[in-house]
């Protein structure tokens, strides 16, 4: 270990002995512990580095510290194969659809697409101006200093309060456009949704900002504009497209000494998932599916409390939520109990009929049902191994969906 810490996605942990970690290891696994990126359990005079969902490595003074994917090909395969989406743009083609969450991009334009629906933030600035008409209220020591200064020709000095565009955070809209440009970021589509954007978000007169002031100006308008859910979410996702972050699934952090990058392939599966479901809704029959639609929604399991739900995936069909689905990103040959339980819960919770489970799979891709007359549970695995993954996925999904429309028996394959 005197090189450096190495372990495997979701892998069995290292043991460090206490004087090790203390005098090498503990400042930068505690930064990454932090991250959620591993846990640490300290028992008598040892310390286990569990890994948790990510692989990637750090760079520390001490050595470095990797995580090596459980499948790389299929992360690899994931992590580049994903097209941008937003959400949908009043006055806009009807065929524009939720953000998927983990591309900086699409979150940056459906964040701005959602902070101008409820508003750009804005603040009263008080000004003095000279009229000969009293339009605001009148300011008596400014007309007396005024007509002891200019004799009877002033003009009487008047306070008026003028609502003001919070321009920081223009400016900052204004950088991230420009760095999405300049680097070649948009697809034709979002190019045409900035131009868009732009119109509707205005300008300023100030010259555009550096990548390096506009991420100051971030922090500082997070403290300030706290209470705005919208704004905090927009700020997050332009702060990873001026720090060159590809997606919000990867982590790339320097903390002091200790650099990092990660990726989180727990949420890549979920929006694998998400794709290949989405990609096989017949079209006409009013379904759509979105990522982590509760994630920001207070929706506790029972309707008098209990922990809250967060489902990876749910389809609505109208304004009723039709199936709902878990990404388990781990190899399993079966359906685990867990999540049988999980998913059921959730199913239940939402008045869905349908639940599906979403597994990683070895060798053979397979698939099985059951339930009751009340909620009806599918679990696949999809075959992980060589290229084509997402091919896979998006068959397994449709021969679910299509079952459950009634078009082929739903059976084991």
Known sequence: MRGGIRLQQRGAPAILSRRDYEDRWADHLTVLQAYKILTLRYRGDYVLVTPNQYAGQA?????????DATYPELLKELRGRFPRDHKAVPGTAADNTRATTG????????????VLARGLPFAYRTVSRSGSAVRGSFDVGASVREFASKGISHRVVMRQKLRQVDEDLVCVWQTTADVMREN???APKEA???DTLESSVGSTDEDRLTVETALVMIEALRARLQDRDDVTRFLAYARAVLAGVDSLDEVDVAVGPTKFRFTNADALWERATHHAISAILPTGAGMAATLHPLGNKVTPMFPNG?????????????????????AKDYAASAPHPDGVYQVLAYARRLGASQALLVYLADGASWWTSFGDDSVTVHAIGVNVRGSGVLGRLQASCSQVVQAILGAIPATDV
């Open 59 to 67: 760079r520390t003074p001490a050595g470095t510290i990797r995580i």
């Open 103 to 114: 591309d900086p991009v699409a979150g940056t334009l459906s964040g701005m697409v959602e």
């Open 184 to 186: 070649d970021m948009l």
């Open 306 to 326: 209990g922990p809250d739900i967060d489902p990876d995936v749910l389809v609505s069909k109208g304004v009723a939520t039709w199936l709902v689905v878990d």
């Open 192 to 194: 045409r949704l900035v």
